[in-house]
């Protein structure tokens, strides 16, 4: 059997280039918000967990200024601490310096299943080529809906639901792998090296691409 793969290098190279064009005082800053979790599955922290993974590929892009939101509490604290006089005056946060963003990413986890169907038979998915697929194949698939709000107007500038797919192929995994570089983070470690794992940087490479046509 062989199994087509067709990688996203292009894209990505393609915003690199993009990024490099846009001088550092043009780049929208962009803050990612936990995605809520809206599919009734039980799975824990899974809208962290995936907001932390935008976060970092849109990072990755190198097109926008990325705002830390998640984790804000500890940019605070530290703050507080250098005001408190307790650490060395020329190395202490000063308070006040906090970037505003222009720009909120909120996401809403619609379907989120590890077994979305079997498949049997032969089949083929975009961006593979499959020949006679074994019956009980397992396909993986999640989406989110995705909106994109003006931080000063509160107006919600775009929406749209974007998804991701990958195939358990008796041990192989069939589909559109991208993502970048970015790590599996802990609330989604359980799907690690799974067809859940590349359906997740499926839909958040198809996210990211949705995102820089629109800012």
């Keep these: ?18 990024a490099l064009a846009l001088p550092a005082q043009a ?35 190198g097109r926008y200024v990325v ?46 299943e590890p077994d979305y169907r ?22 993986s698939h999640v989406a989110i809906d995705l909106r994109i709000v003006d931080a000063k107007t509160s107006r919600i500038v775009a929406v749209t639901k974007v998804e991701g797919k990958a195939t358990d192929i008796g041990g192989g995994v069939g589909g559109v792998i991208g993502g970048g570089k970015t790590t599996m983070p802990l609330a989604l470690g359980g799907w690690a090296k799974t067809p859940m794992e590349q359906a997740i940087r499926v839909c958040i490479q198809n996210a990211v691409q949705y995102i820089s046509g629109k800012i």
């Design 118 to 139: 079997g498949i049997g038979g032969a089949a083929g998915m975009p961006g593979i080529r499959l020949g006679g697929i074994a019956a009980g194949a397992k396909q």
């Design 67 to 112: 705002l830390e939101r998640q984790a804000i509490r500890d940019v605070l604290e530290e703050q507080d601490l250098g005001a408190s006089g307790r650490v060395k005056k020329e190395t202490a946060a000063p308070i006040g310096e906090i970037e505003g963003a222009q720009f909120l990413i909120y996401g809403t986890i619609t379907e989120f």
């Design 1 to 18: 059997m062989r199994i087509f793969i067709r990688t996203t290098t292009v894209f990505w190279a393609a915003l690199a280039v993009l």
């Design 27 to 61: 780049q929208p800053r962009i803050a990612v918000k936990d995605f809520r979790d809206k599919t009734a599955k039980g799975y824990a922290k899974i809208g962290a967990g995936m907001a932390e993974m935008m976060a970092t590929a849109l990072v990755e892009t």
